[in-house]
């Protein structure tokens, strides 16, 4: 079945640790992006991708970094900057050919990263 | 840039209808999308309206947009406990070839449904 795989679910870091949450998706999507989420703050954009080889910075792309080294690959990294990394990560591709849908995001399960 | 806002809780009762409202700041929206979000899962849609539309059912889930007061809602009818989980309202401009797919979210309404 077609979808998007993010792993690991659950991930537990000690401060000035890096970490690295996988996303692949086999949806033949172009575009694939990086979300946080907090409660009662909805969903932040970190990072977005368009193209292999290309990503762009979203919202609060300070403290993570990401690859698009295979159009089916989206990691990110969220790095020891990061002031504030426990929170929820929800990954999401989409086409950007007009016509075949809305555009709408498809999501991942999501990756909770706790920092202890 | 674009803003959506959402009231951030709703409790209703088994059998009765819920309305989640949004409003949103973007008057070039093209799409508008309500996703549903259950406990430690990612988001899934559940409908989505085109702008140029001022209703849509789909079953049980009604959405009504109103344009010109940037007002959209999103009514479920005969709610359910399985219901219960966070309801996510999103816009899109996809008028411009580098902003398609790029959604802008509001922050959730926890929807709490009652036996």
């Known amino acids: 079945d077609g979808g998007i795989t993010q792993s690991p679910k659950y991930l537990f870091r000690k401060e000035g640790q890096n970490v690295t949450l996988s996303c692949e998706q086999n949806?033949?999507?172009?575009?694939m992006y990086w979300y946080r989420q907090d409660p009662g703050q909805g969903l932040r954009l970190i990072y977005y991708s368009q193209i292999v080889n290309d990503f762009q910075k979203g919202d609060i792309a300070e403290g993570y970094s990401v690859s698009r080294e295979k159009k089916e690959s989206f990691p990110l990294t969220v790095t020891s900057a990061q002031k504030n990394p426990t929170a929820f990560y929800l990954c999401?591709?989409?086409?950007?050919?007009?016509?075949?849908?809305?555009?709408?995001?498809?999501f991942g399960e999501g990756s909770r990263l706790t920092v202890l | 840039g674009e803003d959506v806002e959402q009231s951030l809780f709703l409790s209703v009762r088994e059998g009765d209808s819920s309305v989640i409202n949004c409003t949103y700041t973007d008057s070039s929206s093209t799409y508008l999308y309500w996703y549903k979000q259950e406990p430690g899962a990612g988001l899934q849609l559940l409908t989505y309206?085109?702008?140029?539309?001022d209703m849509k059912q789909d079953q049980r889930l009604t959405v009504l947009l109103n344009k010109k007061d940037k007002h959209l809602s999103l009514r479920i009818a005969d709610t359910q406990t399985g219901d219960s989980a966070i309801y996510f309202c999103a816009e899109s401009n996809n008028a411009g070839g580098t902003s398609y797919g790029k959604l802008t979210f509001g922050q959730g309404t926890i929807l709490t449904v009652h036996p």
């Open positions: 309206i085109f702008s140029n539309m």
């Open positions: 949806l033949n999507h172009d575009a």
């Open positions: 999401a591709s989409s086409t950007l050919r007009r016509g075949l849908g809305t555009g709408e995001l498809f």
